[in-house]
């Protein structure tokens, strides 16, 4: 089992840029497939980006795809989201998220360990 944080949220006006963090604690971190995922109020929740275990395999979705980047630390058990170029529309709660599955997958069902998430505010 793993355990997830995330850090990082903020308010940023658009065209701005954040970098969120998520710490992960349990059994080997490079076992895991991580995720993030957002979910802006009403919406359903959705695929942002993911990296596998070795860091080998990377997606993003197309509407961040060019402004986001995922990377993530074996060594220090952590994973980032470093978003440039904001949108109003990116404003969400965005949560971590965790799988041993070795190929990352875009649904959330996927994913069997979630953070408690962290508000994404951007103004226009």
């Known amino acids: 089992q793993v355990q997830l944080v995330e850090s990082g949220g903020g308010v940023v006006q658009a065209g701005g840029s954040l970098r969120l963090s998520c710490a992960a604690s349990?059994?080997?971190?490079?076992?895991?497939?991580m995720g993030w995922f957002r979910q802006a109020p009403g919406k359903e929740r959705e695929f942002v980006a993911a990296r596998s275990g070795s860091g080998g395999s990377t997606y993003y979705a197309d509407s961040v795809k060019g402004r986001f980047t995922i990377s993530r630390d074996n060594a220090k058990n952590s994973v980032d989201l470093l978003m440039n170029m904001l949108k109003p529309e990116d404003t969400a709660v965005y949560y971590c998220?965790?799988?041993?599955?070795?190929?990352?997958?875009?649904?959330?069902?996927?994913?069997?360990?979630w953070g408690q998430g962290t508000q994404v505010t951007v103004s226009s």
């Open positions: 349990g059994r080997t971190f490079s076992d895991y497939t």
């Open positions: 998220a965790a799988d041993l599955s070795p190929l990352p997958g875009r649904s959330q069902y996927e994913y069997a360990y």
